[in-house]
Each structure stands twice: as C-alpha cells, then as structure tokens.
C-alpha cells in the first residue's frame, strides 16, 4: 500500500544537540512538506518542496533544515537553533502536477520530538 | 491572500446529539475544500471534499456543502459517536497551481456518553 512513513514516532533530544527526522513516502507525489504543530494548535508550514533538490521556507522555517535528493524522501533536521523544538512534527505529500487541484495532502503518522 | 477561519473549540456533545462545525474562507477564483481529522497522537486523514460550488462532499456520516454564495464549507453530522471525538481541520487548495493547502486553526470535538 501506498503511504507516508515517519520516523521515529517519538524522538528525545538533548540541549544544543541536533536532530533528524524522517519522511519517506511511495506515492510518487512531487511536492512534500514539513508541518509543526504545538499542544492546541493548527499547522504550521515549515518548509516544503515542490521538486526534487528543490525547496522553499514556510512560515517558521528558522532553526530548521530540510533536503530534497530523492523523490521520495524530505528529512527535516532540528538543529540547535531551534529554540523551542519540543512539538509533534507532521510531514505530508501531493501531486503537484494535480492541475485539477482536486487532491489533498497525504500525512504520515507524525513524530513527537521532546527536548530532555 | 487565500484563507480559512473556523469556530473556536472545544465543542462538547453528548452522544446522538447533531454537530456543525463551522467553516468560511477567503480566497481568489474558484478553491477546492477539504476537511480532515485528526485522532489523538496521530498524522490527518482526510475527512471528505468538494471541488466546486454546491458540491456536497461526505464520508462516514459527515456532510459539508461548498457554498459559494457564503463562502462556506461547514461540516455536519447528524448523530455524532465517543468515537468521532477528534480535531477537525479545514482547508482549501487554491485555483492557482501552487499545491499548497491553506489550513484552518482546528476545532476540537469532544463526545460524551
């Protein structure tokens, strides 16, 4: 079956340490994105990438960094410059090409990242 | 620039009771809508669609209605479970061929027995 994989689901990091998480997904969708997404909160766009070894920030893009050499995997790195990264972290494909625009996003299951 | 306002949370019902959710936007052309939702410490899922004006999109019991006229989309349920107690997001997907959703804050929905 086709999906979206993250991983790990819960993920501990340590103070000025930085961290990655993992997205793959076998849908052959162009575009992904990263997503934050805090205790009460909406989503929060953080980078995206509508192309291979192509992306763009988002909305809070700072103290995050993201790659795109395969299609089918968009790992985002946390690093230390990320303040406050402890949040469950959402990562989502789509087909670009969808001129239709009738699609939405797939979502994988998420990761919860807590500094410790 | 596109958008999309829902009501604040959380909602509470008890079980069997009819559930809206409100929903509007703002947005240039003609978008297409969405819902999805979200079960506790999980990634969404896609609820239900409509891709023009009057579509009624539905799944599981939940209806939303894309009216133009309003600019609306809300959801409703007639009978809603403990188990449909989630986060309910809706989003639009602009007529532009940027692919970007545009997502609403969420609205928590509680169910009690």
């Known amino acids: 079956d086709g999906g979206i994989t993250q991983s790990p689901k819960y993920l501990f990091r340590k103070e000025g340490q930085n961290v990655t998480l993992s997205c793959e997904q076998n849908?052959?969708?162009?575009?992904m994105y990263w997503y934050r997404q805090d205790p009460g909160q909406g989503l929060r766009l953080i980078y995206y990438?509508?192309?291979?070894?192509?992306?763009q920030k988002g909305d809070i893009a700072e103290g995050y960094s993201v790659s795109r050499e395969k299609k089918e995997s968009f790992p985002l790195t946390v690093t230390s410059a990320q303040k406050n990264p402890t949040a469950f972290y959402l990562c989502?494909?789509?087909?670009?090409?969808?001129?239709?625009?009738?699609?939405?996003?797939?979502f994988g299951s998420g990761t919860r990242l807590t500094v410790v | 620039g596109n958008s999309v306002t829902q009501m604040e949370g959380p909602v509470t019902l008890s079980e069997e009771a009819f559930l809206t959710i409100n929903c509007t936007y703002t947005?240039?052309?003609?978008?297409?809508l969405f819902w999805y939702v979200q079960y506790p410490g999980e990634g969404l899922q896609l609820l239900l669609k409509?891709?023009?004006?009057?579509d009624k999109g539905s799944n599981k019991g939940f209806e939303a209605t894309y009216r133009k006229e309003t600019t609306s989309f809300h959801l409703e349920k007639g009978s809603v479970q403990v188990s449909d107690s989630a986060v309910y997001f809706c989003?639009?997907?602009?007529?532009?061929?940027?692919?970007?959703?545009?997502f609403g804050q969420g609205t928590t929905l509680q169910v009690k027995p």
């Open positions: 989502a494909s789509s087909d670009y090409r969808d001129r239709g625009q009738h699609y939405g996003y797939t």
């Open positions: 849908l052959n969708h162009d575009a």
């Open positions: 990438s509508q192309i291979v070894n192509d992306f």
């Open positions: 947005a240039t052309g003609y978008p297409s």
């Open positions: 409509a891709t023009k004006a009057d």
């Open positions: 989003a639009l997907k602009g007529s532009g061929n940027t692919g970007k959703l545009i």
